[in-house]
């Protein structure tokens, strides 16, 4: 299985078109694309560790969610992680490939996966974008999702099975006045320029990564605002990747990371 057929099974599911313009999705770190794969090791983020478990697990392209290289970089001497990550990918003959903006946009993708942990159901985009063409049929890309719960809950139960779904110690929401949950609006990262969106569609319950404090306010009447940190959000994005890897290279290694990237630790 050479690298291009791996990049190509993940631009077939999330096209690279789909992504948003300040984004960098894609191939950025690249051996030839005719190059053989020996395995491809899985995370949301990219660091100096994950490069080194790559190479201990027999793995020459590791593939994220976040882009390594999202801004520009002016030097690459070793003087900050990115540089370092930079110089020991190439020396270990490593390929580094994103998946970010345009999986999240793609049918199917990051916040679908959210919503099949929360087993949700009748999933539309809270913003529909472009068409596209996915093995044969035509697919909607868009932004954030919303759907129902199997049966509604109360306000605390949704709360604590969210807490329970994403393994999270705490969670930040709003003074709502929602008494049951049925409609859920939902985005992986950070989400919070949706709420307007969730709220016109008749969401009980908005949840994503990032909100921020002015945001939390005025809502209360409509909506349970929930904001769940942003690795917390994103994390079931390694199972979509490894989906789609392993349906196109069954023989291929493919593994997850056993590193915590998380760059926000709770005390």
Same mark, same amino acid.
């Not at 099975?161 to 939902?186: C, D, M, P, Y």
């Given at each position: 299985?050479?690298?291009?057929?791996?990049?190509?099974?993940?631009?077939?599911?999330?096209?690279?078109?789909?992504?948003?313009?300040?984004?960098?999705?894609?191939?950025?770190?690249?051996?030839?694309?005719?190059?053989?794969?020996?395995?491809?090791?899985?995370? $949301?983020?990219?660091?100096?560790?994950?490069?080194?478990?790559?190479?201990?697990?027999?793995?020459?392209?590791?593939?994220?969610?976040?882009? +390594?290289?999202?801004?520009?970089?002016?030097? *690459?001497?070793?003087?900050?992680?990115?540089?370092?990550?930079? $110089?020991? %990918?190439?020396?270990?003959?490593?390929?580094?490939?994103?998946?970010?903006?345009?999986?999240?946009?793609?049918?199917?993708?990051?916040?679908?996966?959210? %919503? /099949?942990?929360?087993?949700?159901?009748?999933?539309?985009?809270?913003?529909? =974008?472009?068409?596209?063409?996915?093995?044969?049929?035509?697919?909607?890309?868009? /932004?954030?999702?919303? %759907?129902?719960?199997?049966?509604?809950?109360? @306000?605390?139960?949704?709360?604590? &099975?969210?807490?329970?779904?994403?393994? +999270?110690?705490? +969670?930040?929401?709003?003074?709502?006045?929602?008494? @049951? *949950?049925?409609?859920?609006? $939902?985005?992986?990262?950070?989400?919070?320029?949706?709420?307007? =969106?969730?709220?016109?569609?008749?969401?009980?319950?908005?949840?994503?990564?990032? *909100?921020?404090?002015?945001?939390?306010?005025?809502?209360?009447?409509?909506? $349970?605002?929930?904001? *769940?940190?942003?690795?917390?959000?994103?994390?079931?994005?390694?199972?979509?990747?490894?989906?789609?890897?392993?349906?196109? %290279?069954?023989? +291929?290694?493919?593994? &997850?990371?056993?590193?915590?990237?998380?760059?926000?630790?709770?005390?």
């Amino acid at each position: 299985m050479k690298v291009k057929d791996i990049l190509g099974a993940l631009e077939e599911f999330a096209p690279l078109a789909l992504q948003d313009g300040y984004d960098n999705a894609g191939l950025q770190i690249g051996l030839a694309e005719d190059a053989e794969a020996t395995g491809a090791l899985l995370c $949301l983020d990219v660091t100096e560790d994950v490069v080194d478990e790559a190479v201990l697990r027999g793995c020459n392209l590791i593939v994220s969610h976040h882009p +390594l290289l999202f801004r520009p970089v002016k030097s *690459i001497t070793g003087s900050d992680y990115i540089g370092r990550v930079i $110089l020991k %990918a190439i020396q270990q003959k490593v390929a580094i490939y994103a998946a970010h903006t345009n999986l999240d946009a793609a049918y199917g993708g990051v916040n679908f996966k959210m %919503a /099949e942990k929360l087993e949700l159901q009748n999933i539309e985009w809270l913003s529909p =974008k472009a068409s596209y063409e996915y093995a044969g049929e035509t697919r909607t890309a868009g /932004e954030g999702i919303i %759907a129902s719960l199997p049966t509604p809950m109360s @306000q605390k139960d949704f709360m604590e &099975r969210v807490k329970e779904i994403f393994g +999270l110690r705490s +969670l930040r929401v709003n003074h709502a006045t929602k008494g @049951q *949950i049925s409609r859920v609006a $939902l985005c992986g990262g950070s989400g919070a320029f949706l709420i307007p =969106k969730a709220v016109e569609q008749g969401a009980d319950a908005f949840i994503t990564g990032e *909100i921020g404090y002015h945001r939390f306010f005025g809502y209360e009447d409509q909506l $349970l605002l929930m904001e *769940i940190g942003h690795y917390e959000s994103e994390q079931y994005t390694l199972e979509l990747l490894y989906q789609i890897i392993s349906r196109k %290279a069954s023989g +291929l290694q493919v593994c &997850r990371t056993k590193l915590q990237t998380n760059p926000i630790n709770y005390l």
